[in-house]
């Protein structure tokens, strides 16, 4: 499993067969680019509401490698997220996830849905826009009761997956969690980043009354 993280943080990549970079797992970042429109930790509403950042201290780790300190931590040994962007006129949320999402051994869904769902739902938000690029694995647990009850909170809303890793959507499918989650097929948006949060959303919510109607 060790193994496998070092690999997946530390890719290289090639030009004329010339190491151009290498990315590890300290210099994996949140993106930024919307804290003129948005910063948690600012936000009276947030679960993440006052807390403060230490970028010259790495405390926390994944398996035993240090982590940027901007990522969220939520209780679990592998899953970090952050809250990119929130509107609680419109009811939704951008998330960005990190880590390894483990049901099976640290039962992650369980820390997600009490640390950083339920506050929210309880301030309104029943639209979830879950990106993930950076969540390198999935492992499954036997019970899906956190997800049900995830996807009865929203209601007449929804939770969306963009750009999570096909393996990962295999293993999500495997254990039946397209019932509750939507990803795949149009909701890989590869450009997310060219967009400004409102038109991100505008853009999967119109992807979304397209797979709902």
Do not use: C
């Not at 982590?67 to 809250?83: A, C, F, N, Q, R």
């Not at 999402?101 to 992650?108: E, G, P, R, S, T």
């Not at 997600?112 to 492992?139: A, S, T």
């Amino acid at each position: 499993m060790v193994g496998n993280i070092v690999y997946a943080f530390s890719v290289f990549l090639y030009i004329d067969f010339k190491p151009i970079q290498t990315f590890v797992m300290q210099e994996i970042e949140p993106y930024y680019n919307w804290e003129k429109h948005y910063i948690a930790s600012d936000d009276e509403r947030s679960p993440f509401y006052g807390r403060t950042y230490n970028l010259e201290y790495y405390e926390n780790t994944i398996y035993g490698y240090y982590i940027h300190p901007l990522w969220d931590h939520i209780g679990s040994e592998t899953l970090y997220v952050k809250i990119l962007y929130a509107d609680y006129k419109k009811r939704f949320v951008i998330i960005e996830m990190f880590g390894e999402w483990n049901d099976a051994l640290h039962n992650d869904i369980m820390f997600l849905k009490r640390q950083v769902i339920d506050p929210i739902v309880n301030e309104g938000i029943n639209q979830f826009v879950l990106l993930g690029e950076n969540v390198l694995d999935f492992h499954g647990g036997n019970e899906d009761d956190y997800y049900s009850e995830w996807f009865d909170d929203v209601e007449d809303g929804w939770i969306v997956a963009i750009n999570f890793r096909e393996h990962v959507e295999e293993q999500w499918k495997k254990y039946r969690l397209d019932y509750y989650i939507n990803f795949g097929g149009t909701l890989h948006l590869n450009n997310w980043r060219t967009l400004q949060p409102e038109p991100l959303y505008e853009l999967v919510k119109n992807l979304m009354v397209r797979r709902l109607t």
